[in-house]
C-alpha cells in the first residue's frame, strides 16, 4: 500500500548549490499545470526502504560489563553495541535531528536458546536477503529514488538541508528520500554461557541467573558506569526472541520500571493446546555422552540423523524434518549457515528444568495463570511477576512459528493484564528464527512503529 506524507509548511529556504540550481531551472522551463500550494506527496507503492545499505553504514564493537548471578558471583557479560559510524570520527552532519534524538534510546536485544548475539546480525551476503536486525535498527535508513512527482510549493528534506521550490511547476524529478530515520542505540548480549561472555557452571545457572545478571548490565547503560559509552540511555526497550523473550518477562517482573517497553519475538505465553513435543528431543539428547553443563541441538547423526534447527524454518515438517520444495522464504544457504555459523549453546539446568516444563504448560489452561508458569522457573515472587510488567507490550509471531503461532498470540496479550498497552501482529509464511527467513523486514517495520510510538 503507498505511503502517504503531508508536507511541512514552508520554511526559509536554504542555499542552493549550482547543480540544484540548474535543475531548477531546466524545470522552470517545462510547460505543465501547477498544483496547489501545499501538496501532498504519495510514495509509489514500488519504493521501499533500501535496507540493504552497505554494512559500512553501521559501526559495531564490544563493551563487557561485570555482572552478578543470584548466587552473589562476578561474571562478564559480552555486548555487541551498533550504532551509526556517521556518530563516529566527528561527522555528524550527516545524521539527522531525529537520529540524534534516537541516541537516548536504547534497544537491548536478547537472543534465544542455542543461538548467540548473531542471530541478530546475520549478513546480507548468505542469501542476498536482509537479515541483520541490528543493523537495521541502528541505520539511517534511506528509500530508493521517487519520480514522477508534481508540485508547486514544496519542501523536500535530504539529511537536515530543506530545499524550497515555490510556484515552479515540474513535470518529474528524483529525489532520494530519508524516511525512516532508525539510528537507534543498539546493544546486543551474548547471554551468560554463550558467545563470548563468561560461562558459569552449567548445572547451576538457570533463567533467574540470566535474567539477574542482563539486569545488571540494564542497569549500567542506565546510568554513567556505561561501559559501552559514557551517555547514559533515557529510555530503555527490551527485544527477545524465543528464550530471549521469556527471560525479558522475568526481568521486567522482577524488577518494576526497568524497561519503558518490550517487544517479544518468538515466544508467547499463551494458550497453546499443539504446542510440538520438543521434550522427547532434549530427552534423547540428555544421555550419555551428553549429560554436559553445556548442550546444543544436533545438526545431523545420530540419535536423530537430522538438522533439528530446521524445525525453526517455515514449513518444515516437525516429524520427519523434511522441508517443502521450494521453500520461498528461506533457503537451503541460511539452514546451512545457521547450522555452522549461529549454533550455540544452552546450559544444561535452562534445557532441563525450565523449557521442558513450560511447554507443557502451555499445552493446558494453566499457561495462563503466570504464577504456575513462574513457579517453574524456581522465583520467589511468582504469584506477583507478570502483574507487575506495566510497560507497553508489543508481541511479533510467525504464522508457522512452532513457539509463538496466531493462536498463542492471540492468547498472549491476558498475560500482561496491568499492561498500559498489549498489541500483537501475525505474519503469515514465517517460522520461528524469524531474523533467518527471507521475509524478515515487515515485522521490523511494525517493531519500529511500536517503538516510535512508545519514545
Not at 265 to 294: H, K, S
Not at 413 to 423: F, I, L, Q, R
Amino acid at each position: 500500500m503507498a505511503r502517504q506524507l503531508v508536507l511541512p509548511s514552508v520554511v526559509k529556504p536554504a542555499a542552493l548549490g549550482p547543480v540544484f540550481a540548474a535543475v531548477l531551472l531546466f524545470c522552470a522551463l517545462l510547460p505543465v499545470r501547477a498544483t496547489s500550494s501545499r501538496a501532498l506527496l504519495t510514495r509509489p507503492a514500488d519504493v521501499t526502504p533500501d535496507v540493504n545499505l552497505p554494512d559500512e553504514a553501521v559501526s559495531v564493537r564490544k563493551a563487557m560489563f561485570d555482572v552478578t548471578i543470584g548466587d552473589g558471583t562476578h561474571h562478564n557479560l559480552a555486548v555487541f553495541v551498533y550504532e551509526l559510524s556517521s556518530l563516529d570520527g566527528g561527522r555528524e552532519s550527516h545524521v539527522s535531528h531525529e537520529c540524534k534524538k534516537n541516541q537516548d534510546v536504547a534497544l537491548v536485544l536478547f537472543h534465544g536458546a542455542t543461538y548467540n548475539h548473531l542471530y541478530w546480525d546475520t549478513p546480507v551476503s548468505v542469501d542476498n536477503s536482509p537479515h541483520s536486525h541490528a543493523r537495521y535498527l541502528a541505520k539511517q535508513l534511506a528509500t530508493n529514488m521517487l519520480s514522477n512527482i508534481s508540485w508547486s510549493q514544496t519542501q523536500i528534506s535530504v539529511y537536515d538541508h530543506s530545499l524550497l521550490f515555490e510556484r515552479i511547476p515540474f513535470r518529474s524529478v528524483q529525489v532520494p528520500r530519508y524516511l525512516a530515520k532508525q539510528c537507534y542505540y543498539v546493544l546486543a548480549a551474548d547471554m551468560l554461557g554463550t558467545g563470548e561472555s563468561d560461562k558459569p557452571d552449567g548445572f547451576a545457572i538457570d533463567v533467574a541467573d540470566q535474567a539477574h545478571a542482563s539486569a545488571d548490565f540494564i542497569r549500567s547503560i542506565q546510568n554513567n558506569h556505561n561501559p559501552a559509552r559514557a551517555k547514559k540511555a533515557k529510555k530503555v526497550i527490551l527485544i527477545g526472541h524465543s528464550f530471549g523473550s521469556i527471560m525479558s518477562d522475568l526481568i521486567l517482573g522482577t524488577n518494576p520500571g526497568i524497561a519503558d517497553g518490550f517487544v517479544a519475538t518468538g515466544w508467547t505465553n499463551g494458550y497453546e493446546p499443539n504446542m510440538p513435543n520438543f521434550e522427547g528431543v532434549f530427552g534423547a539428547i540428555d544421555q550419555p555422552p551428553n549429560t554436559v553443563p553445556y548442550i546444543t541441538l544436533p545438526t545431523g547423526g545420530p540419535p536423530f540423523g537430522v538438522n533439528l534447527r530446521s524445525g525453526f524454518y517455515d514449513g518444515v515438517d516437525l516429524t520427519t524434518f523434511t522441508a517443502p520444495d521450494p521453500h520461498p522464504t528461506w533457503t537451503d544457504a541460511m539452514l546451512t549457515y545457521d547450522s555452522t555459523n549461529l549454533a550455540d549453546f544452552i546450559t544444561h539446568k535452562n534445557a532441563f528444568l525450565d523449557i521442558n516444563p513450560l511447554l507443557d504448560n502451555r499445552r493446558n489452561n494453566a499457561a495462563n495463570a503466570p504464577d504456575y508458569i513462574f513457579n517453574t522457573f524456581h522465583t520467589h515472587q511468582a504469584s506477583r511477576i507478570a502483574f507487575r510488567i506495566t510497560c507497553p507490550v508489543f508481541i511479533l509471531c510467525g504464522e508457522s512459528d512452532i513457539f509463538a503461532n496466531a493462536a498463542g498470540c492471540a492468547a498472549g496479550g491476558a498475560y500482561y493484564p496491568n499492561s498500559v498497552s498489549v498489541t500483537s501482529f501475525v505474519q503469515p509464511n514465517i517460522g520461528h528464527v524469524y531474523n533467518l527467513h527471507k521475509t524478515c523486514v515487515p515485522g521490523w517495520e511494525k517493531i519500529v512503529a511500536f517503538v516510535k510510538s512508545i519514545t
